[in-house]
C-alpha cells in the first residue's frame, strides 16, 4: 500500500527557515517524480516544487524560487523541501504527492504537515 | 504561464447532475486530472487524463476536454461528493509545468 508522510511542520517567525521531509513507502520511491504542493487556509492548491526521479530536474514555483530547495534521497525513500525567508504568504498546509507519468498525475498525497509564518 | 479558469462554485440537488468546467488556453490539447477534497483531507484523484478513473471511484464521475473547456461530470449526485474539485494540467512546455484551477465547490442541495 502507497503510504507517503510528511514531517517538520510547524511555527516559525518570519525570517525564520523550515525542513520538510516526505517519506514514502510501499513502492519504489526512486521510480516516480514527486512533488510539493501547498494550500493555504481556506484558498485552493498552489504547486510548490517539482522533483525528478534522481534530482536531474527540479523546478519552483515564482513564489518560493531562490527561498526553497528540494532534495531527494533515494536511499531512504524521502524528500525534503529547505524552506528560507519564510513570510506570512507561506503559510499553508505542505502537501507531498506521488506523479505517476512524470506529467503531473498525482494518484498519492501524503496527510500534510501544516507550517505557520507568525511572530 | 498557463492559467486554468474554475467558477467557485456549484450547487445541485441528489440525484441531479452536476457539471465542473475548467477553462485554459487549448486545454483540449492537454490531459487534466481531477482531485476531489473533502474537508480536511488531502486531495484525491478522480478522473485523469482521458477520463480514466482509478479504482474505487464510481462509475458516476466522468470528463471530458474539448477546445478551451475541459469538464468534470457528477451523475447521480450523493451528499458524499459535496467536496471541492479542482482541475490539474502539465504543461510541458514550461518551467512552471504544474498548474491547478481554483477550485470548484460542490454544494449538495
Known amino acids: 500500500q502507497v503510504h507517503l508522510v510528511e514531517s517538520g511542520g510547524g511555527l516559525v517567525k518570519p525570517g525564520g527557515s523550515l525542513r520538510l521531509s516526505c517519506a514514502g513507502s510501499?513502492?519504489?520511491?526512486?521510480?516516480?517524480?514527486m512533488s510539493w504542493i501547498r494550500q493555504a487556509p481556506g484558498k485552493g492548491l498552489e504547486w510548490v516544487s517539482y522533483?525528478?526521479?534522481?534530482?536531474?530536474?527540479?523546478y519552483y514555483a515564482d513564489s518560493v524560487k531562490g527561498r526553497f530547495t528540494s532534495a531527494r534521497d533515494n536511499a531512504k525513500n524521502s524528500i525534503y523541501l529547505q524552506m528560507n525567508s519564510l513570510s506570512a504568504g507561506d503559510t499553508a498546509v505542505y502537501y507531498c504527492?506521488?506523479?505517476?507519468?512524470?506529467?503531473?498525475?498525482?494518484?498519492?498525497w501524503g496527510q500534510g504537515t501544516l507550517v505557520t509564518v507568525s511572530s | 504561464s498557463y492559467v486554468l479558469t474554475q467558477s467557485p462554485s456549484v450547487s445541485v440537488a441528489p440525484g441531479q447532475t452536476a457539471r465542473m468546467t475548467c477553462g485554459g488556453d487549448?486545454?483540449?490539447?492537454?490531459?487534466v486530472h481531477w482531485y476531489q477534497q473533502r474537508p480536511g483531507q488531502a486531495p484525491v484523484v478522480v478522473v485523469s487524463?482521458?477520463?480514466d478513473r482509478p479504482s474505487g471511484v464510481p462509475e458516476r464521475f466522468s470528463g471530458s476536454n474539448s477546445g478551451n473547456t475541459a469538464t468534470l461530470t457528477v451523475k447521480r449526485v450523493e451528499a458524499g461528493d459535496e467536496a471541492d474539485y479542482f482541475c490539474?494540467?502539465?504543461?510541458?512546455?514550461?518551467?512552471?509545468?504544474?498548474?491547478f484551477g481554483g477550485g470548484t465547490k460542490l454544494t449538495v442541495l
Open positions: 487549448n486545454i483540449g490539447s492537454k490531459s
Open positions: 522533483v525528478g526521479r534522481n534530482v536531474d530536474t527540479v
Open positions: 487524463g482521458d477520463g
Open positions: 504527492a506521488r506523479d505517476t507519468t512524470g506529467g503531473g498525475r498525482f494518484d498519492s
Open positions: 510501499g513502492f519504489i520511491f526512486g521510480d516516480y517524480y
Open positions: 490539474q494540467v502539465w504543461d510541458g512546455s514550461s518551467v512552471h509545468p504544474v498548474v
